[in-house]
């Protein structure tokens, strides 16, 4: 590779760094911040404390199975509304790419999602101190990678509720991911290969990592399905690699649109 090819790759991220900065600044005082935060808290505060000496993990469940759907469609709308009220032209307005800050939009609520996963797996790092066993660098290894599956697992919402706000409103970039996610996560065992399937991957691969059911129920009262669902290792790193991959072309192909929409 060429000095002249690493210095223009550089200044590429360098730019995209820029644009992610930027969109942060204009949601440091902003409703998503907020709403990625806020919506974090409900569920963990009331379950994330033992009982017994022991934590129950279906609050996690009730989290990224109702609540972090809901809390992600609402920050990807807002991120994507600031700027497609005023029709994009404080974006068009910079002379930098389009398609650039279109990811830089799509980074930003990455970020905030996972910014909502962090919040919850600390809540229950917290919690597990109160526990028999205390806080074990298993546990915090195992929580630490629950809360990033869900993170992967949730990523494809982001690029198609930033497109759906631009292209047809606030209500169908909100609310059209937002029944996909939650009808295909319920619906995962009707669904071949569930870990395959975004949607329904954000209910079974959390098993790989916390002992609690689809259904929200401890592992225990259904140890079979449990053990079937836990025991697909090669299945779970499969279906992160596919949610990556989802949310990578799903943000490509959005920001390609967008480019060629907004230069027309």
């Known amino acids: 590779m060429s000095a002249a090819s690493e210095a223009r790759r550089a200044r590429g991220r360098g730019a995209l760094a820029a644009a992610v900065a930027a969109e942060a600044l204009k949601s440091r005082h902003a409703a ?86 962090l919040v919850v797996f600390a809540i229950y790092l917290v919690g597990s101190a109160f526990t028999t066993q205390g806080v074990t660098a298993a546990g915090t290894l195992t929580m630490l990678s629950c809360a990033l599956a869900n993170t992967v697992c949730a990523a494809w919402m982001i690029p198609a509720g930033l497109f759906l706000t631009v292209r047809a409103g606030l209500l169908a970039g909100i609310f059209c991911p937002l029944a996909a996610q939650l009808v295909g996560g319920f619906a995962w065992s009707v669904v071949p290969l569930p870990q395959l399937f975004p949607p329904s991957a954000s209910m079974v691969i959390p098993t790989s990592f916390i002992p609690v059911l689809p259904s929200g129920e401890p592992l225990a009262a259904d140890a079979a399905l449990g053990g079937a669902l836990a025991a697909g290792r090669a299945l779970t790193w499969a279906g992160l690699a596919v949610c990556a991959a989802a949310f990578v072309a799903l943000t490509a192909l959005t920001a390609a649109w967008f480019a060629r929409s907004e230069e027309r």
């Open 32 to 117: 998503p911040v907020r709403v990625a935060v806020l919506m974090a808290l409900p569920m963990p505060l009331l379950g994330a404390m033992p009982y017994r000496g022991a934590q129950s993990f279906s609050a996690w469940n009730y989290w990224y199975a109702l609540f972090l759907p809901v809390a992600l469609a609402l920050v990807t709308g807002c991120v994507a509304q600031a700027d497609a009220r005023t029709r994009m032209r404080a974006v068009r307005g910079l002379g930098a790419s389009l398609a650039r800050a279109w990811w830089a939009k799509a980074l930003w609520c990455l970020a905030l999602l996972a910014l909502a996963n």
